[in-house]
């Protein structure tokens, strides 16, 4: 029943693997990895054979490095949804009530969430095996990443899974499992780059120590999930949709938010004591009051909670041990938006169209500018006040060193302010292309994944090109062209910052001028790429019909 007569299993590898989704994912992935590789391939006419070549070495690790990231983005969005899922569709409750025991449903819901991600990680095995003929690189090197790929992506989709349970909305099951991957990832990638010396122990930990402590975690998290079905907290349909926060207070764990008092009601204002003033937007305050904060505080608890734990030793040691990287904490800041911002904004209009509420609301005397602003601005407030909690460190920091610094104080502010106003327009951008996304698709979860992945297009990619081209040497008009094609990513502009301007000689001012013209092209093409959003979401709040049709 767990394994070969499962149901669950059976069900959504069918539902999964049967799409066109599945189809289209493979050629991508396959695409993807491919151009990486043809374009970071070695470029000399004749190569040397025999001795080993250390531009395999850095191919190939390049390659399971961003395998690797893939995996740790693509297992959540498999399995985030697998029991939240179940709650959302209202079939939460037969799933329990069928005769399946829970640690079957959890390893049906587990193999078949994995299965695609792991069929995507097995088609890549041709394309790394044209690297090996470089040299520089042993077969059981290559056997032992795909091991630890294999491992992670379990990991990953078991972490995915155990946020799953907890939380009533995929959205939030998806950020948190983000949140939660992430130190993971930043820690096994810096060993794996920082091993990359020591090939016989980096080879020994790959095929022991770390599987073993990852199926351990793994399995862990399967049998705490497959409790939580068998003694399940949540269940219970009439009127379990809203949670009193309360209530929730008095038996939560760790942080409590506290909606009457600073800072916790920039994000959760308090509930409005008496009747709606006149000019007060009727879409801003329920969703405000109401919407956003209808299914706990749970997952903001845990937003807030991990974050900051990853925030503090990060700023303590970019800002004061190695302060010239401090453009790395800021990208660490932007990763941190890129994962919040659409939890609040994507669901703003198809959360209208899931509850078949959207033409009632269009056919009301609220103006269309009403319900857009109100839609978008209540999304922006709590994303935006969630990601400055990571901002205020980095302000304080900033300020010490410059402090410390007296001599060159006014040298390092221009910086400040320029890292401050990438991640602000970078917060806005988030907020529009989630609640664009939200504008057009038809779920909720549809429209998470297209933003996540038009954000990802927009800032990771033109900085993975940009990091190919210059980690393998390429020719420097291409090194240049890739930079000046990432005007649209806010992690490029903020490598380019400078972080200190005193004590620069006059050959350095020709490369100052132009990484400050990377920045202002990041501004002038985000400012031009939100207003075009903004402009055309406007046009379909105008015409309201092109909003309701998508409901047919």
Known sequence: MILFENPVMQRELITNLRTHRSFILMLLYQAALAIVVLIAYPQETRLDLVDESSAARRLVDFFFVGQYILASLMAPSFAAGAISGEKERKTYEMLLASPLRPIAIVFGKMVASLTHLVMLIIGSLPTVMLCLPLGGVSIYEVFAAYIGLMVSAILFGAIGLACSSYFRRTAASLVVSYLVILPLVMVAVGLWLGLANLGQLRLILAVTLFPAVAMAAALALCFNTARRLLYPPDVGSGGGEVIDLEREQEKSVGLIINREQFPDRLFAPPRRPGLMGENVNPIYDKEMHAELFSQGTLMLRLVIQISMILAVPLMAWLLFIRAEYTGYYMIYVIIFNVLVAPVFSAGSITNERERQTLDLLLTTVITPWQIFWGKLLAGFRVSFVLTMFLMWPFLLAMILNSIADVNNYFSKWPSLLAFVGIVMMCCVTNSVVAMFCSSI?????????????????????????????????????????????????????????????????????????????????????????????IGLMLALFRNRWTLSWREA
């Open 441 to 533: 698709a038809r779920k909720t979860s549809v429209a998470m994944m297209v933003s996540y992945a038009i954000l990802l297009g927009l800032y990771a990619l033109p900085l993975t090109l940009w990091g190919i081209a210059d980690a393998f040497s390429l020719d420097k008009g291409f090194i240049d062209a890739t930079r000046w094609s990432a005007l649209s990513s806010p992690m490029v502009a903020c490598i380019s910052v400078p972080f200190d301007l005193a004590g620069k000689s006059s050959p350095m001012v020709d490369e100052l001028m132009r990484d400050w013209m990377q920045v202002f092209g990041y501004y002038v093409t985000t400012f031009l790429l939100t207003t075009g959003l």
